[in-house]
């Protein structure tokens, strides 16, 4: 006999106002007797009854998961059941809603233009029924305000109060705005004027409606920065949404002057550093110490030369736009070099206040300010829309997506990209390069003053040379990297002094291999010779050739500083460095000694390098 039984129970440890389903299956009872009933108690030896039962359990939370429940049932249940997974049904719950509304809610019955607006969010679950929220909303309606309130003017542009308000009106003139800040009530009109709408959005002639967003002016014509709008009665902040972009705008331009303040005063400290920095006393102490140190016996094995080469390699390949680490101008360091510790010991302590400098200006040039992050954040957010929307539409798609994307990003974006601060990374690195600079030619003087020390082998000298190279080559790599902020940023002076940099570090790259040439003899073989000779020809014609460009490039993007400013900061000091090339050129093929440029001379090039104040 079979029989459907519904069996109806409350779950006393759970109550609440939600109500779950749960299915009892595939219960196995037996009656004893044959004419059996629904009262018979069951036993476990008779006809077999295989049927759902239904059973309602109130709970406080809805079920996640299957769950086995142990339940004892009323009627002819004989074993435990299955409580099945289930989706849970919300029965209508209403609370007060202070913040965000789970719905659209539309604003109904305003005599008034709301100076907030309510964010409409998405319903998890399906609504039953609609629900009225009630939104306090701060403003100020011209039917309902005091006599003392109708009498204040609110039009700076007609000179018209508030009770001259006809609030059913729903043009810009007759709409009012509260300001969250003060309370204070104007006209969107006013207001308009008040914050320069016009320099931030394009306005529709026909009805005077704001369409387009447009680059931001953050200069007035007098060339003097904008301030952040205020309100006309008590110069308090404008802060009411329909003005977010001006306000914003003004607030990230203080920002970033804030930014080139504090950077420019890092700039000048480093600055008064090298200047105390006496290059010739370090080089005394080194070439004075040379000659008296004791040398431990490092490993020669091929596979340690490998490893470190593989690191060396690591560190120049390196993408990132912040220049070499510091702990890789340290000649002991095991993972880069292979130097005696007693000669590592002695060279940082020597250069110990050039490395100081040099950390402290990485940490400039690795700096990234809060406001940068915010744009390149929005930049992105923007870039990935576009990009979801072509692909979404292949075929109104653009022919170039990601160019598209781009250009549309940041034209969305509805503000400038800050650069003030790239300009300040550019000198920041600028100064670790001149560092390294001036320790390679630390290095070539200890490797010279210690060739001639018996127990310094040829394994030593080679290493130390390997250490010299390495910081040229990290001043090639960052000088790169420099030039790319700077064009990035689109500061012509900086792009001209960094392409200036790097004609120097291509000079000193070069001079530092012909010395080793020199060193080792490879110059008295005349083949070698010729070959060296043929490269600092190619050397020369090429800084001739830059010379030209750089100059032809500079003075179409600048035509005003033609006569000046470019010779005096980039023409002379190149003239410099391509008197050297061809001095080197003359002197190889001759096999005459070679001078290298004076220490005065020398520091007219860095003299041209010099930090500058705030670029264009």
Known sequence: ??????????????????????????????????????SNEPRTSS?????LFIV???AIAPV??????????KNSVGRNVLMLGVTSIARRHARRVKSLAPGFAPIISAHCRAARYVPGCHVINGARSSWTVVIDVRQICPRCASPELKAKDVDMILGRTLGEIAADEDTLDELLITLPKCGHVFTVETLDGICGMSDYYTQCEADGTWRDLKAPVTQTETGERKKPPVCPTCRSA?????????????DLDILERNVISRMSGQLDAFRGMMNRISKAKIESALVTQAPTIVLESVSAAGSVHKICGRGRKSLLSNKTEIPVPADALNPGNEALFIVSPPVAVTWNKAVKPLIQLYERALKVAGMRSAHVKAWEAAWSCLCEQEMERALGDPARAPRNPNQYAMQMARMKVGQPQPRADKRFLVEAFWTTIQIRLILSDLAYAWLKAVNNKKNYTPQQSQMWAIFALFLLDGCQRDAGIALNIATASETRRQMTKT?????????????????????SGNLRILEQRTKVADKALDGATKVKRDIRRIVAEHCSVLSNDARDWIVDNFTETADLILQEWEKLERSVRSATFYEAVSLDEKMDIVKALDFGAYLR
Do not use: C
């Not at 404008?238 to 003004?250: N, Q, W």
């Not at 000079?507 to 080793?516: G, I, T």
């Open 64 to 73: 996640q998961k299957t769950t086995n429940v142990s339940r004892s049932a």
């Open 47 to 51: 006809t077999l009854v295989a049927r």
């Open 499 to 519: 392409l200036l940099l790097i004609m120097r570090i291509d000079l000193e790259h070069f001079r530092f291999h012909f010395r080793m040439d020199e060193e």
């Open 56 to 58: 309602r359990i109130s």
């Open 238 to 250: 404008v802060t009411s949404p329909r003005y977010g972009r001006v306000y914003k705008s003004a």
């Open 1 to 38: 006999m079979s029989a459907i039984v519904r069996a109806r129970e409350l779950w006393n440890a759970a109550e609440g106002p939600a109500v779950q389903t749960a299915i009892y299956a595939n219960a196995r009872t037996s009656y004893q007797s044959k004419k059996a009933s629904l």
